[in-house]
């Protein structure tokens, strides 16, 4: 879909798959293409016999910088090969959803966007670079806010509180 290197990398070990988020100068930030090859791959898995799915960020600096806000900003265009925007998938909210179970291997940023995303997932193992922000808490905005409640919500069913 993008042009020169695909944005998700997909490695299927077994009855593993792999999938590296691959935008290394963007810090792997979300911008609609990468949420929905997410949303794809996971949904690709759920009826190709996967029995867990590994996500990850390329790079020794970023698992996920959050929400791409250069193309959020209408800076950059979104990719013309894309479904129109109704039909696109949303990775996190597919990852929330699939009955596999979905591990956050996270490594170094750990950002908005990207802190929901890895909130989703059944398991998270943090590199001990790893750091985690919310940053539109600092300016006084609620971007992610409201969606984790339901991402902490099953958090708290799982251990019992």
């Not at 009855?15 to 930030?29: E, F, G, S, W, Y």
């Not at 029995?51 to 996920?64: L, P, Q």
């Not at 596999?100 to 929901?116: E, F």
């Amino acid at each position: 879909m993008s042009e020169g290197s695909p944005v998700l990398l997909e490695a299927r070990e077994g009855d593993v798959l792999l999938l590296t988020m691959n935008r290394i100068p963007k810090h792997n930030a979300l911008n609609s293409e990468l949420h929905h090859l997410i949303g794809v791959a996971v949904q690709r898995a759920e009826s190709s016999g996967v029995r867990a799915i590994v996500i990850t960020g390329a790079g020794e600096k970023s698992f996920c910088a959050g929400g791409d806000m250069v193309e959020m900003s209408g800076l950059e265009k979104t990719s013309k090969n894309l479904p129109p925007p109704g039909e696109r998938l949303d990775g996190t909210q597919v990852i929330a959803k699939s009955p596999l179970p979905v591990i956050a291997a996270i490594n170094g940023y750990c950002y908005g966007g990207g802190a929901r995303l890895a909130l989703e997932c059944d398991i998270r193992f943090a590199s001990t670079n790893s750091t985690y922000r919310f940053p539109g808490a600092e300016y006084g905005l609620v971007v992610g806010a409201a969606t984790l409640h339901d991402s902490l919500a099953p958090l708290s069913r799982r251990s019992g509180y």
